[in-house]
C-alpha cells in the first residue's frame, strides 16, 4: 500500500498502519506522508520507506507509481490526510487505476462525494472507508442478530457519541488534531457532526439496516469563536417508522471517546459501548439479559470470522480498524488474481457509506441552521 | 398519616407505606383505600386500621377526620390513586386543613395543578409531590456541586428514562397498572411523558438548577391501538443556553426502570444511574474520573442527611422514598409545633414542582401534535 | 419489640429499628437501650418510648415485662449490643419466655453459643440471627437455583469480604464502632473473622446448602498495637469435596462492604456482589451469561416473596434486613395465635447458624495460631 | 524472526505474528512450524515463506541460518511451543548466536530453566519471555504508582485468574490446546498453574515489586482422570510481610479469561481486570475512588510508552502483547547496531521471570503433595 498523509505530527496515519499490519498481509511501500514535501520525505525515512518511493507530493506518487511494472507498483492506497484532502487523491488513485482506503467523512462536500461514488462505479475499483467502529465483531453479531429477527421491528434506537476533548479552545494552543477539525476550510462545513457524528450515524445504520429519512438536529457551538459546530442533539425519523435520537459532541467534558448504541425491537434489544467493545447486552421480555462476548461458541458467523483471539482475550479499536483492511485487501488480492472475492470479505464501509455520510452531515447542517426543523436525507 | 387509595390491587400505595415506616415517624391511622367502597373497607382491614377509621370514601375521611379532635385526627394525608383521582382529594384535604403528600403527577390537567397551588399557597399548608428519584442522597450531593460551581457553566444535559414494560398491550390483559396508565380518561393527555417522562424533567430541573425554557418533542404511540403515547425523545433548550436530551419510553424492550442523568459543565461532568443510585461518576477534563459513594465521609451536608447506612450499605429506591416522607413529616411535625423546621427538612418536592411537571407534560404533547415544533414552558 | 443496646452512639440498633419499620409488622415498645442506665433513659426519650417502658437495665426489662399482662408485654427482644452482651439478655429473653432477635456472631464464645442452643431446643422459642446479607431476594434465588441441581455438582467457592474502614488505628481515636470490634474483652477471639468473616461464612454455607469441613486460616494483624485480627486468608474444603478461599479484611484501603460470592459448579455458577445486590450474574458453559435481577418475571418463588418493588427499582441492606424481620415476626405471630407459620416464613437465620459460625470462628483463629494448619470444624 | 511451532493447528503462534506485525517492526523470515514436518512444510507456505526457509526442524533452522550471511539470517527466533519444546529449541537458539522470545512457563523443569538462565548470562544474548499480561500499559502504571510510594508499604494481594475452559473432559476430544495442556509429558508437573498460575504470580510480583517467600497451596484436580491440577487455591506470604491469596482455575464453569488483581497499601489500592484492560480502580482511604484510563493526559511515563491510542479508543490483549515484542525488538536492534538500548524499552519479562515461575510452579506443587504445608520459594 502507499499512504497520502499521515507523517510527522498525524494521528490516524500510524493507526492505519498498525491495523494494516496486524495480519501481515499488507505492507507499506510508499508513500506522500505530508502536505510539506519536505516533511514528506523525513517522515517517509522514518518509517524506512525505499528513497526512491518516499514522495514529495501525492500527485508525484501518482504519476510515478503507475509507471512501475504492475507487480511492483502499490496496489492500493490509503488517504490519512484532513477532510478538504480526500477528494483530489481518491479522485487521482481511481483515475490511475488504484483501489482506495480514504479516511472518513468522504470527502468535503456532497458533490465531491458524489463525484468519487460515480467514479468507483465506472471504474469499479475497490474503495474502503474507514467507519472503523462497523470493524467491531460484535456489532456484525447485532446486524446478524437484527437481520434474523430474532428481536421483532425495530422500534427506537438511541446511538451518542459525546467527547470531551474539545470542552476548551484547544484550537487555539496549536495543538494540530484540533486545529484542522475546528476550521471549515479543512474540516467542512461540520466540526462534531461530521468528525463524529457521522460514526453515530453510519453504526445504526449499518447494524439496523433501516435508512434515516428525516431528521431534526438542535446544532451547537459552545466555545466561544469556534467557527464549527461542537456539539449536536438530532431527532431520527427511519424509513420503517422507527423514531430515534442521536447525539454528538465535543464538549461533554470529561468524555473520552464512548459510541454508544442502543436499539429496541418489539421483543427484545441489544446494547453496546465502544469501551468494552467485546461485549453485548441482549434484553428480552420476560428473560434474563443476556451478555454476549466475543471469541464464544455461541457467536455468529460474520461476528466469528472478525475476531483473533479467544474469549476473554480483550480485542480493540485496532483489531476492528485492521478488519476493515485485512477484507478490503482480500478483495483487492482476489481481484488482483482475477477471481470472485469470497463473499465474507464483501464486509467494509465503501463509498456508498461515504455518500450517505455526507448526505446526514447535510441535512443536520442544514436542519441546524433552520432551527431544528424535519430535514429529509436524500 | 391517613391514605386514598392504595388499597387491594395497587402497587404505589404500599410503598407509601413502607417509606413512611422506615423511619418510626409516621403510622397510618385511617384510609380510604379503594375507589370501590367494599374493597376500601377490605383492604383497610388488610392493613389492620381501626374499623372506624376504614372510611368508604374520601369525602367521608375528610369529614369524619375533621370532625376528630386536633390531637386524634390524621396529620396529613397521602394521596395514591391514578392522576384523575388527585385533585379533588388534594383539593379537599386542603380545604379541610390537612397537609398533603401526593402522588405525581400533579393533576389531570394544569387547570387543576393551578388551583391546587393557589390552594397551597392560601393555606400555608405542606405539600410534597413525591418525585421520588430526587430524593436520593446522590442526587443532593450533585445539586450541591453544581450550586458550587466545581463544574463550571453548565451546557448539556442527556437525560433519559427508557423502560420496556408496555412493549406489548399490556393494557388488553387486564393489568391493572397498564390499564389506567394507557387510559386517557385516568392518566391524562399522556401516557409515558406523564408517567415517567416528568420525574426525568423534574431529575434535570432539580439538580441543575436550571430551566427548560423550551422544547422540541417527538411524541409516539408503537403499540397499535394504544391511546397514549409510550414514547418521546425531546430536545431540550434551557434558560442558561445549554441544551438536552430527553427521552422516555415504555417500549424500550427488556429495559426495566433506568432513569439516567448525565450533565456537563464546562470543566467537568456527573453521570448517574438509578440502577446504581449510591453511586455517582464525577467526570473532570485533566484528572481521572472519581466515583462518588453515598455514606463516605467526603460526601456533602444534605447528601449525609439522607443517608441512613454506611458506605458499602446500599440504600434503594424506598429509602429515597422515606427521604421525602421523612423530611416532610419534621416540617410538618414543626408546623403542629407551631415552631419553624429546621431548613435542612424543607427539601423536598412540593406543588410547584407538579405545576411544573403539568407544564411540561402540555408542552411535550403540544409539541408532538405539532410535528416536534419548538413550544415555550411558561 | 424490646430492644437491648442500640440507643445513643450506636450503629446496628438504629438499622435494626428501620428494618423492623418497613413493613409495618413491629413496633418498639420498650428498651434497655445502653449500658450506662443514663444513657440508656435518654435513649429511651430520644426514640419516644413510654417513660414507663424505658428499663436502666436488661434485667430490669426482662424483669418487668415478663411481669405485664401477656397482651401487653414485648413479644419479642432485639439484642443489638456488642458481641460480649449478646449470651446474658438472650439466655435471660429465653428463659422469661420471649422469643429473640440477636446480633452475629451469636456469642463471645462457642461455649456460649452451645448452652444458647440448647436453651432455645429446650423452650421452643423463635430465634433469628441476623446475618444481614442471606436476607437478599438474589441470595434466596441462587440458594434455590444450587439445591434444583441446575448447575450441577459445586467444585469451587470464592467469597470474599475486604473492608478498608480499620487501615488506621482508628479505635485510637475514641471511634465507638472500632473501639470494641478490636477490644478483645468485648469483641471476644476475633476481630475481622468474627466481625465480618463470619457473613462469609453464613453465605456461602447458605446458598450451598454444604458445610465446610477443614480449612487453613492464614490471620494477620497488619495494624501495629491492634489486639485482633485485621486480615484473613483462608482456605476451605467443603463437605462435597469442593474447595475454596474465604478472605476477609478490615484493612483492605479504599474498601467499603463489598461482601462477594462466586460459586463454579459442574455446569454453570454464579457471581453475586453486595454493592448492586438485585443482580447476580449466572455463567453457563456454551451460553452467553444471564444476568438475573430481582423483580422480574423469571425470578423465584423464594426471591419473589422477599422482594419489596419492581424490577429497577433498587432494594438494599434494609430491605434484605427487613425480610429477616418480617419472616421472624410472621413465624411469631403464628407462634403468638397457636397455629402452624406458613412455610415459607421459616427462612431466617437461626441459634445453628449462630453456632456453626462460633465453631467457624474458633477454626480459624485455631488455624491461624498453628501456622494454617488444616484445622477441623466439628 | 523465525519461528519455531506456531503451525496448523495452533493457537498462540498466530497470537505472536499479530503482535509482531503491528508495529511494522519485525517480519517472519523463517519456520520450523510444527513437529511433523510434513506439516510444518504446509504451514510455511501458509505464511508465504520463502520455500527455502521453511524448515522441516528446528535443529534444521538453527543449523541453515546460522550458516546465512549475518544480515540475511534471522535475527531472533520465537518459541511458540508446547512447554516440553521450551529448552531444547531456546538452548540451541542461544548457542547459536540467536536471541530468543519464548512462550511461557519458560521450561519444562526448573532444572532447564536453571540451564537457561546461565546460558542467557553467558552469551549475553537478550531473551523475552511472553508473560503477555504485564504488557499492558495500566500495569505499568499500577508498578509505578506502588514504587512510588503513594499507596505506603502493601499488605495484601488478592490475585486470581479463574478460566472454565476445562470444565468438562475437553482433552478426551481431540481438542489440540487442551490435550497437551493436560499432558504431564508435554505441559510439565503441572496444568493449571503452570499454565495461568505463573501468569498470576508473575503479575503480582511485577506491579509490586514483592517476592512471595512462602506458599500454601491447595492443589485439586476436579475433572475425573484428569492427569493435572486443573485448580489451585494459594496462601502467598511476601518479602515485607505482606499476605496475599492466589487462585487460579480452568474449572470455574462459565469464566473466560479473566486474571484479575487487587492491592492493598497502607494508604490506597489498585483493582484490575483484564476483561477491561485501560482501566484501573484506585481506591483511597478517606477520597472517592479514582478511575484511570489509558492514553489519558495525567498517565505516567511507563505507561504512555506503551499506549498507542488515545483515551477511548480500547486497546486490548494484541497490544499488550505487542509491547513485549516492541521493547523486545528495540533492544535487539540497539545491540544489532552495538550501541545502548534506550532504557525505557528494557522493559519485559525475561529469563529472570521464567526462572522465578518454574520455582512457583515447584513450590506450588510440593505445597498441594503435602497437604498445603508451607513451602519457601527459593
Known amino acids: 500500500m502507499g499512504m497520502v498523509g499521515g507523517g510527522r505530527g498525524a494521528f490516524i496515519g500510524a493507526v492505519h498502519r498498525m491495523a494494516a499490519g496486524i495480519d501481515s498481509q499488507i505492507e ?12 514528506a520525505v523525513l517522515s517517509g525515512q522514518d518509517l524506512y520507506l525505499k528513497p526512491e518511493r518516499i514522495y514529495r507530493t501525492y500527485n508525484e506518487m501518482f504519476d510515478k507509481e503507475s ?3 504492475e507487480d511492483e507498483r502499490m496496489d492500493f492506497v490509503s488517504i490519512v490526510t484532513p477532510n478538504h484532502v480526500h477528494f483530489e487523491p481518491a479522485k487521482l488513485a481511481l483515475e490511475n487505476g488504484f483501489h482506495v482506503v480514504c479516511e472518513k467523512p468522504l470527502s468535503f462536500s456532497l458533490d465531491e462525494a458524489l463525484q468519487l461514488q460515480r467514479l468507483v462505479n465506472d471504474t469499479g475499483l475497490v474503495f474502503a472507508l474507514t467507519h472503523t467502529y462497523t470493524g467491531y465483531p460484535m456489532i456484525k453479531q447485532a446486524r446478524e442478530m437484527f437481520k434474523s429477527g430474532v428481536f421483532g421491528k425495530i422500534r427506537k434506537v438511541v446511538v451518542e457519541y ?7 479552545p484547544l484550537e487555539k494552543t496549536g495543538h494540530q488534531q484540533a486545529t484542522w477539525r475546528t476550521d471549515p476550510m479543512r474540516s467542512g462545513k461540520s466540526g462534531s457532526v461530521g468528525d463524529i457524528g457521522t460514526h453515530a450515524e453510519n453504526l445504526a445504520e449499518t447494524i439496523t439496516g433501516l ?5 431534526s438536529a438542535d446544532v451547537s457551538t459552545f466555545v466561544e469563536n ?12 427511519f424509513n420503517n417508522g ?3 435520537v442521536l447525539h454528538c459532541s ?6 473520552e471517546n464512548p459510541i454508544n448504541i442502543r436499539i429496541y425491537g418489539e421483543k427484545g434489544s441489544i446494547q453496546w459501548h465502544q469501551h468494552d467493545p467485546n461485549t453485548m447486552y441482549v434484553k428480552w421480555l420476560e428473560r434474563p439479559m443476556e451478555v454476549y462476548r466475543t471469541g464464544t ?11 483473533r483471539v479467544p474469549a476473554g482475550h480483550p480485542e480493540g479499536y485496532l483489531e476492528a480498524f485492521a478488519n476493515i483492511y485485512r477484507n478490503f485487501s482480500k478483495v483487492v488480492q482476489a481481484r488482483l488474481a482475477g477471481v470472485e472475492p469470497d463473499p465474507q470479505f464483501l464486509d467494509f464501509p465503501t463509498v456508498e457509506e461515504g455518500v450517505r455520510g455526507m448526505k446526514f452531515i447535510d441535512a443536520v447542517i442544514a436542519s441546524g441552521k433552520n432551527n431544528a426543523a424535519w430535514t429529509k436525507i436524500e
Chains 1, 2, 3, 4 share one sequence.
Open 297 to 307: 461458541s455461541y457467536m455468529g458467523e460474520a461476528a466469528a470470522a472478525h475476531t
Open 250 to 255: 465535543q464538549i461533554c467534558a470529561g468524555e
Open 28 to 39: 507499506l511501500v510508499c508513500g506522500a506522508l505530508h502536505v510539506d514535501p519536505d516533511e
Open 226 to 237: 469556534r467557527l464549527l459546530d461542537d456539539d449536536a442533539n438530532v431527532l431520527l425519523r
Open 242 to 244: 422507527a423514531k430515534g
Open 211 to 215: 435508512r434515516i429519512t428525516e431528521l
Open 162 to 168: 459525546p467527547q470531551g476533548w474539545l470542552s476548551t
Open 67 to 69: 509507471q512501475l511494472p
